[in-house]
T-cell receptor
Framework: RKEVEQDPGPFNVPEGATVAFNCTYS??????FFWYRQDCRKEPKLLMS???SGNEDGRFTAQLNRASQYISLLIRDSKLSDSATYLC???????????FGAGTQVVVTP | GAGVSQSPSNKVTEKGKDVELRCDPI?????LYWYRQRLGQGLEFLIY????????KSGLPSDRFSAERTGESVSTLTIQRTQQEDSAVYLCASSLSGGTFGEQFFGPGTRLTVL
């Protein structure tokens, strides 16, 4: 079993719609969780950290469910510029070693 | 300010040759990471440097891979006797202080193709 698993998609989303997807992780000791965004042939960039109580950043909402060991990302009012691959990231140790999921591709269409 | 830079951006080499990849982290960042990303796959951790501590080499796939870092600056990743399965994008990231919650800033990567 992979340490971080994601639905690869693609999720085809009409502009203005809402899309949500999950990621599951296997290490119950993980303490920090992130969503990174990666555009085609570009490097990953931090989208948001995920906090225990859930957090929101503009149109993006992240949730953490420790009991079921999954993280979710919801994008409201999708924009064409939201088209990207979203990487679920979980820490492996206290030194910052991270485990990346393979990513969920989102395609926002006009 | 300047971000993480990597060179070369692309490298094509023949099987069996050695290659050296370079990473310049953001100035002042004490933590530096190397990852590998094969086509269509997630990032695979290779090695981690934090200040003057011994590096965490647990992700290096074989003894053909090695990395060095000079103080808290430049790092080089060396792959000896390259194989076709080494073809991937090699990404370097730096973080202000490392640790569980530090944001990692990525360079643009080096795309390695082994023929």
């Amino acid at each position: 079993r992979k340490e971080v698993e994601q639905d690869p998609g693609p999720f085809n989303v009409p502009e203005g719609a809402t899309v949500a997807f999950n990621c599951t992780y296997s290490n119950s000791a993980s303490q920090s969780f992130f969503w990174y965004r990666q555009d085609c042939r570009k490097e990953p960039k931090l989208l948001m950290s995920v906090y225990s109580s859930g957090n929101e950043d503009g149109r993006f909402t992240a949730q953490l469910n420790r009991a079921s060991q999954y993280i979710s990302l919801l994008i409201r009012d999708s924009k064409l510029s939201d088209s990207a691959t979203y990487l679920c990231v979980v820490n492996l140790d206290s030194w910052g070693k991270l485990q990346f999921g393979a990513g969920t591709q989102v395609v926002v269409t006009p | 300010g300047a971000g993480v830079s990597q060179s070369p951006s692309n490298k094509v080499t023949e099987k069996g040759k050695d290659v050296e990849l370079r990473c310049d982290p953001i100035s002042g960042h004490t933590a530096l990471y190397w990852y590998r990303q094969r086509l269509g796959q997630g990032l695979e951790f290779l090695i981690y440097f934090q200040g003057n501590s011994a590096p965490d080499k647990s992700g290096l796939p074989s003894d053909r891979f090695s990395a060095e870092r000079t103080g808290e600056s430049v790092s080089t990743l060396t792959i000896q006797r390259t194989q076709q399965e080494d073809s991937a994008v090699y990404l370097c990231a730096s973080s202000l202080s490392g640790g569980t919650f530090g944001e990692q800033f990525f360079g643009p990567g080096t795309r390695l193709t082994v023929l």
